[in-house]
């Protein structure tokens, strides 16, 4: 047996007996209470056989045992996401085509983190985010029909591809969920069609998506990647869209490719919203065929056109590495996650992607993390939290159990907070504060 075996094992029986908990149960003295804060910590952490959500209030110092305030869930592999007004964590599960249970959970007046809704997710979704008061999910890739609910043709007589559908999870009405669909055929004016990427609300009554356009995907093709052949990989769109899908603009410029992180079947945004409200629109340059270096454009507040002044080749500051997720930390910065081979290695939607770095957009300057665990002993991470100015990051290291890195953007530093014991991965973490 391993000596993280035993050592799971032995720490499992002791947090058990400790605090035997299968809900929300608190291991605190009853009769010295810790202060309640505004808000509690949300964690998302697997176990053996289990996905669980735990609460906490710290997560600077020590180790926080899986069993510790935790509740059970019935399904694992939730991706969670997180609000802030109102303030819910909204669980998504992905299930290959076939609906889903997703989950929204608050804080009550308590401070308990409370199950507020299951809800059924009935397509799967590729893209994600937060728009007004809707949690926003999309998949391309998808047949449309007509109103009797037949397939839509092309002109060889074979079905299209072109069609996204969207979930609306209305989070002010219990989680109520309404999906439509909408075709891309040709909307960049092309010929081509889209899978759209990312979710960032302008706050003007639009929301921005990041367009992946491609020809119509091999229907013979493997895997869940609705894409086909990239035509003008040294491309970016953006679309514009309303609450009611009306196609608002598009953003196109040449000065970088498309603008989306890929990894097997998931599209991952790429654009953020910086504090002063401008927005920034980055590309990892995935694409074999672009000649275009990685690098970030800028939409200025309710701008209709990309900035023409503004450029940032970040492959040049990188050193020829380029990037496959982009997270807002505070103000001006930007963490990445950059693929572990240079440009000289051409990347897939499967490659390893395991060093961290921090962009200040204004000064256009990049540094590297340090104070993590090096790019070959990093074996997971999951969703972190930008929180009072600090990046918050769950990190496996090998032969460890989870833990939390909390990262100064100003530095580009990190130490090491909370460990979770008894756990394998530890998934997102997140803020809820009081309904």
């Not at 600077?60 to 609000?83: V, Y």
């Not at 040049?316 to 910065?333: A, D, L, P």
Request: net charge negative; with cysteine.
């Amino acid at each position: 047996m391993s000596t993280k075996k035993s050592i799971l094992k032995k720490t499992v029986l002791a947090g058990f007996i400790g605090c035997l908990s299968l809900a929300f149960i608190s291991c605190e003295d009853n009769d010295n209470p810790a202060p309640k804060s505004a808000g509690a910590f949300f964690l998302s952490v697997n176990g053996e056989t289990a996905e669980y959500i735990i609460q906490t209030d710290n997560l600077e110092t020590g180790d926080l045992h899986i069993s510790s305030n935790n509740k059970t869930l019935l399904q694992s592999g939730h991706t969670w996401i997180f609000n802030d007004n109102p303030s819910v964590a909204v669980g998504l599960i992905y299930q290959q085509g076939d609906p889903g249970i997703g989950l929204g959970f608050g804080v009550d007046a308590e401070g308990k983190l409370k199950e507020l809704k299951n809800f059924l997710i009935t397509s799967r979704y590729t893209s994600y985010g937060f728009f007004e008061n809707y949690a926003l999910t999309s998949v391309g890739g998808v047949t449309p029909v007509d109103g009797n609910g037949n397939a839509i043709l092309d002109e060889n007589g074979n079905e299209r591809s072109d069609g996204v559908t969207f979930n609306f999870i209305d989070l002010n009405n219990n989680f109520a969920l309404q999906g439509k669909t909408i075709t891309t055929l040709n909307i960049t004016g092309n010929g081509d069609q889209a899978t759209l990427s990312g979710i960032v609300d302008m706050g003007n009554g639009e929301f921005l998506t990041g367009l992946v356009v491609s020809q119509p995907r091999d229907p013979n093709a493997t895997g869940g990647a609705s894409s086909g052949t990239i035509t003008y990989p040294d491309s970016v769109w953006v679309a514009a869209f309303d609450a009611n899908l009306s196609l608002k603009r598009i953003y196109r410029d040449d000065r970088i490719s498309y603008s989306s992180g890929r990894y097997r079947s998931q599209y991952y945004s790429q654009m953020g919203k910086a504090a002063d409200g401008s927005i920034y629109v980055f590309s990892g340059s995935y694409e074999s065929t672009t000649t275009k270096p990685c690098g970030a454009l800028k939409i200025n507040k309710n701008a209709t056109t990309f900035d023409q002044s503004y450029h940032f080749n970040i492959e040049e500051k990188t050193g020829g590495y380029r990037f496959r997720k982009v997270w807002h930390v505070s103000e001006n910065y930007f963490m990445l996650e950059l693929y572990n081979d240079d440009k000289n290695t051409p990347v897939t939607v499967n490659s390893a992607a395991t060093q961290y770095g921090i962009v200040d957009v204004a000064a256009k300057t990049f540094r590297w993390i340090t104070e993590i665990p090096a790019k070959d002993k990093i074996t997971g991470t999951g969703l972190p939290m930008a929180y009072e100015g600090k990046m918050y990051f769950p990190i496996v290291e090998e032969d460890k159990y989870p833990a939390v890195y909390i990262i100064d953007p100003a530095t580009a530093s990190a130490r090491k907070g909370i460990s979770i014991t008894g756990a394998t991965s530890l998934n997102a973490i997140g803020r809820l504060t009081y309904q």
